[in-house]
């Protein structure tokens, strides 16, 4: 997706005056793309391809394949190739699309350029979720079932336990792995199993290996104990999350160097986090050595965030002269990602929300709301919609989903932690779901934009709905605003129940501004029907008000310069 970093090495490749401009766009935007140069421009490609992570290509598509072709070896380890032609109107993903990360490349490459991505990769074009784009390991018959799942073919998914996957499609069924079958599955496990041409394996970060040494350890006495551990107990190293050890083997250079061979973090944990863990082999012989009767056990059971209660010791404690493994199984937790979808455009929606709203299977939400994000949703995404009044209901829907191991995006409008459904949804969130905020385009910075500058200086946001908090505690707020001279902020200002509010509120301020301070109302920021209004403390007629505007009330220095409110900061160099 597009809010995805670029790779950390980008090599520009450009044959002309124009792909050299192009190219330089692309430079000063990114510190870390170099054009590449050398005696001739395959020389130059050549050099890119053995010295970066990416490459962009300013040449022709044919030029590049032909250049090229002799050094391909592993679409995991070969670096991802955008080509862009000379008009810079597309920007082709031609290599690595999923594992090198070209699809994205494109895309950032195509905003920079005002060009047009040009993605082929079949599951990319129709809105499914490629295996390999899971952010797991995925082992078998990928190529296989990918053509199954995007022609339509059964496919039987066979889970361990209730990870949260991204939506799939309807053809995609869970199933038991008892269920007789000869047909193409999908397999989410930690266990080594044997595949044929019809299986793909995902592997889910389920194992943690907790390790204990003694000083000086050599990594391959590491590496060969946890190999060796993982393979008697039927277990694929590509499902380990993390090594886990004590804080004072932080830097065991034998430890550390196995992590980084694996791909993995390495954890560690103070001495008495892990004497506190109940495991089934203490040592007194330890407990005297390093201040807790274990490491490897208990490191492997605190895991990567230090929530014992969820895993399962699958292999205890196995020691060589220097090295101890244990190894744990840490349960699936559900997902729940609170989505500010913004003020309404889509232009205001941010490239993480699509991107969670993508990798959802459940995504619950009011109805208006969903309707506007259904373009974005997955092929197989579950949509819960309710309407106004049911708040709730919504939380406590999307966290009962969460919490039965599934990826979950709850959405709102504007930021999602601002008078949106972040709050009522965490009240009830425990520790058995991860949970994800994306921020969103809140409606004061929307109206702010369109008013000019008005929050430059303190600001005070404030709800005038009474249903929820009762209006001496509102009033209270509005008077403290008042009295504190903040530019104040009216959500929910006045609706056809609640019609006396915002004159009341606005009497208060008026008590503490001059009666020519700017006030701003806009309704529907954004959105079709936008409208921005201009007035004063005295003049505002509350009767234009209604609850798709927000009030942007000034403060005693805010004015109005060429009909915008603008706030000044109060910059010393002003003086």
């Known amino acids: 997706m597009t809010d995805q970093n670029p790779p950390a090495r980008i090599g520009l490749v450009a044959a002309t005056a124009a792909g050299r401009r192009h190219a330089d766009t692309l430079a000063a935007a990114w510190p870390h793309a170099r054009l590449i140069d050398g005696d001739t421009v395959a020389d130059a490609l050549r050099s890119a391809w053995a010295g970066c992570d990416a490459v962009v290509a300013f040449l022709a598509t044919g030029a590049v394949v032909r250049i090229v072709a002799p050094l391909l070896d592993d679409k995991c380890t070969d670096p991802a190739v955008v080509v862009v032609d000379e008009a810079a109107r597309h920007a082709v993903s031609l290599l690595g699309g999923h594992a090198g990360g070209g699809n994205a490349l494109a895309e950032q490459v195509a905003a920079l350029l005002d060009a047009r991505p040009v993605i082929t990769t079949a599951t990319d074009a129709v809105g499914l979720p490629g295996l390999d784009t899971l952010g797991w390991p995925v082992q078998g018959a990928v190529a296989a079932v990918s053509r199954a799942i995007l022609d339509g073919e059964p496919v039987r998914l066979v889970a361990d336990a209730d990870w949260p996957l991204p939506a799939l499609p309807p053809n995609v069924r869970a199933t038991d792995e008892d269920t007789p079958d000869d047909g193409y599955r999908l397999l989410v496990t930690d266990r080594v199993v044997p595949t044929d041409g019809r299986t793909a394996v995902l592997r889910p970060p389920s194992l943690v290996a907790g390790v204990g040494a003694s000083r000086g350890v050599p990594a391959a006495e590491v590496a060969e104990l946890l190999h060796r551990v993982l393979a008697e107990a039927g277990l694929d190293p590509a499902s380990l999350r993390c090594l886990a050890s004590a804080d004072i083997k932080a830097d065991e250079a034998g430890i ?113 709301y969903l309707d506007q994000v259904r373009d974005v949703l997955r092929p197989g995404t579950r949509v819960l919609a309710s309407g106004l009044g049911a708040e709730e209901a919504r939380a406590r829907a999307a966290v009962a989903e969460a919490t039965a191991g599934r990826a979950v995006a709850l959405i709102g409008s504007g930021d999602a932690g601002v008078y949106a459904m972040a709050s009522p949804a965490l009240e009830y969130a425990d520790e058995r779901i991860d949970v994800v905020g994306v921020p969103g385009v809140t409606a004061a910075l929307a109206a702010g934009a369109l008013l000019g500058a008005p929050l430059g200086h303190d600001h005070a946001y404030l709800s005038l709905s009474d249903l929820h908090t009762p209006w001496d505690v509102i009033e209270r707020r509005v008077t403290a605003a008042a009295e504190g001279d903040f530019v104040t902020i009216f959500y929910n200002p006045r609706s056809r129940a609640r019609d006396w509010q915002l004159g009341k509120a606005l009497a208060i301020l008026a008590g503490h501004r001059s009666p020519g301070t700017p006030v701003g109302v806009v309704r529907n920021a954004s959105r079709p029907g936008e409208q921005v209004h201009l007035a004063t403390v005295a003049t505002l007629d509350p009767a234009i008000v209604d609850m798709y505007s927000v009030v942007v009330v000034g403060n005693s220095d805010t004015r109005l310069v060429a009909g915008r409110m603008v706030t000044p900061r109060g910059y010393r160099w002003r003086s």
């Open 256 to 368: 550390r160097s196995t992590a980084d061979a694996l791909g993995v973090p390495l954890v560690t944990w103070p001495a008495t986090r892990l004497a506190a863990v109940d495991v089934p082999h203490p040592s007194e012989v330890v407990r005297a050595a390093v201040g807790t009767p274990s490491v490897a056990e208990a490191a492997a059971l605190l895991g990567a965030d230090g929530r014992a209660g969820g895993a399962t010791l699958l292999v205890g404690k196995t020691a060589t002269a220097m090295a101890t493994v244990a190894v744990a199984r840490h349960a699936p937790r559900g997902r729940l990602a609170v989505v500010g979808l913004g003020p309404g455009a889509a232009d205001l929606r941010t490239p993480r929300a699509v991107t969670e709203l993508r990798r959802a299977a459940v995504v619950v939400g009011l109805d208006q």
